[in-house]
T-cell receptor, first 110, second 115 residues
């Protein structure tokens, strides 16, 4: 899998929006951008994915830059339960499956 | 009950021993995956399978083997465990190609310690 760049950690306050950035400058035109999160002592869980257009679901929104070299995961109103490691991934290459980098450790303050 | 179940959840073994980690799923997905997680390194793909007759190597397959006994079962084996295989192992499933729009569903993990 190709490499993405994310901040090691971010901190936010409960009930405020959170913007998690990701750079993926080597992404190709057909690579989807995926976001997963891993809560403490659990396996990762899917958050959202997109190709070109911005995407929304019940968990979050994904804003993709026009040149697709970066994206931002938006949690509209953070709760304590959103404290987790967030992984931004794009799958370059021929193999299936996703390889998760170090991700961003999101800390939510009450 | 969990949709993706891993056994054992914790295992301590000695160098040179053969270890098998098992994964079963009730989601009816054809695609199954084994990942390894090391502190500070994220998750890396070991093997994946698209159906019972299909096995593919991932990023770090050396020292591991897998068996897809049925659609619902995918086992990971360490033929001769070594200390640097100490890690948290995750099984996952998907209904579609993950590199496109498929969503991965993970088990709760199997923590393996090799002494």
């Amino acid at each position: 899998d190709a490499k993405t760049t994310q901040p090691n950690s971010m901190e936010s306050n409960e009930e405020e929006p959170v913007h998690l950035p990701c750079n993926h400058s080597t992404i190709s035109g057909t690579d989807y951008i995926h976001w997963y999160r891993q809560l403490p002592s659990q396996g990762p869980e899917y958050v959202i994915h997109g190709l070109t257009s911005n995407v929304n679901n019940r968990m979050a929104s994904l804003a993709i830059a026009e040149d697709r070299k970066s994206s931002t995961l938006i949690l509209h109103r953070a709760t304590l339960r959103d404290a987790a490691v967030y992984y931004c991934i794009f799958s370059g290459g021929g193999a299936d499956g996703l390889t998760f980098g170090k991700g961003t450790h999101l800390i939510i303050q009450p | 009950d969990a949709d993706v179940t891993q056994t054992p959840r914790n295992r301590i073994t000695k160098t040179g021993k053969r270890i098998m980690l098992e994964c079963s799923q009730t989601k009816g997905h054809d695609r199954m995956y084994w990942y390894r997680q090391d502190p500070g390194l994220g998750l890396r793909l070991i093997y994946y399978s698209f159906d019972v007759k299909d096995i593919n190597k991932g990023e770090i397959s050396d020292g591991y083997s897998v068996s897809r006994q049925a659609q619902a079962k995918f086992s990971l084996s360490l033929e001769s465990a070594i200390p640097n295989q100490t890690a948290l192992y995750f099984c996952a499933t998907s209904a579609r190609l993950v590199r496109n729009t498929g969503e991965l569903f993970f088990g709760e993990g199997s923590r393996l310690t090799v002494l």
